[in-house]
């Protein structure tokens, strides 16, 4: 199967491609993902992308969509794939039918695991790591029984700048400016599927199958 997965930070969602991936048997592909092999393996469209990244600019879409091509044209993603963290943008989607297109393929379906932001931000607020050691912990979710101290080496627990619930907050709502309008692309092409993530990990995994055996 061809798949892309959506969902916004804190979903659960690279957990559920894991998953999904090792069960249908096709590659995991996340833009991190191509982004780094690009640019280890230094083709022309990786040390392109290197020079944005390297000065802290975005990549553009003409690049980032030239890698993702060359991802997808390899061997392992000729029985499916797994798209993850790509598309984000409706142009970029655009992109993707076109690459598609030249590659004689299509995606089968696009799975949007939802989750309401008030318990994201539980998730993304809740993480603690170890200053020692860097074990991680979440207030409510996985606690160390040693407080705020870590209970492996008794280092102290902090929250990272990036998990603060201001951070946090302006992550999702670049999340919901961008890809709202990806969802209605996708409903628009019957490719959408809806799985509710605020449940336990299993539940989600059988959610999702039971939608992709259903459409």
Do not use: W
Request: hydrophobic share 35%; net charge neutral; aromatic share 6%.
């Amino acid at each position: 199967m061809r798949i892309i997965l959506m969902g916004p930070p804190g979903a659960g969602k690279g957990t559920q491609a894991d998953l999904l991936t090792d069960k249908l048997g096709i590659p995991h592909i996340s833009t991190g993902d191509m982004f780094r092999k690009a640019v280890k393996e230094g083709t022309p469209l990786g040390l392109e992308a290197r020079r944005y990244m390297d000065s802290g600019q975005l990549v553009p879409d003409t690049v980032t969509v030239g890698i993702v091509k060359e991802r997808l044209a390899e061997p392992d993603c000729k029985s499916g794939f797994l798209l993850d963290g790509f598309p984000r943008t409706v142009p970029q989607a655009d992109a993707l039918d076109s690459t598609l297109i030249d590659l004689g393929v299509s995606v089968d379906k696009v799975i949007n695991v939802f989750v309401a932001r008030d318990a994201l931000l539980v998730r993304l607020t809740g993480r603690r790591v170890c200053k020692a050691c860097g074990a991680t912990y979440h207030v409510k979710f996985n606690p160390s029984a040693a407080g705020d101290k870590c209970q492996t080496c008794g280092g102290k627990l902090y929250q990272r700048s990036d998990d603060t619930e201001e951070t946090v907050a302006n992550r999702l709502d670049v999340y919901e400016k961008q890809t709202s309008p990806l969802i209605e692309y996708y409903k628009k092409q019957n490719l959408l599927l809806e799985v509710n993530g605020d449940k336990p990990v299993e539940e989600v995994t059988q959610a999702i199958f039971a939608a992709l055996g259903s459409n």
